[in-house]
């Protein structure tokens, strides 16, 4: 499995886009966005691209989630 930063910040962090990940390990964007493919291609994490607007500017960004990866329950009454 790879334990680069990147990997390691999205498993902690669970869904993310690639501009939160860039700017939380003080990386610039597009060495971000090379690593993100890179561990798509290997199928390590699955990623879309998504279009946010900010002040009406279309923003184009890659959010990005482990593969595979299922996340537990919430406690509480099940439904019958």
Do not use: W
């Not at 690639?18 to 990386?27: K, R, S, T, Y």
Request: proline residues 8%; aromatic residues 4%; contains cysteine.
């Amino acid at each position: 499995m790879n334990t680069s930063p990147i990997f390691e910040h999205i498993k902690k962090h669970g869904q993310v886009r690639d501009a939160e990940i860039a700017v939380a390990l003080g990386l610039g964007l597009a060495k971000v966005r090379s690593s993100l493919s890179d561990l798509s291609a290997r199928g390590h994490i699955s990623c879309c691209n998504v279009t946010r607007y900010q002040d009406g500017k279309p923003i184009e960004e890659i959010l990005c989630r482990v593969s595979g990866y299922i996340p537990p329950a919430a406690p509480g009454r099940k439904p019958t």
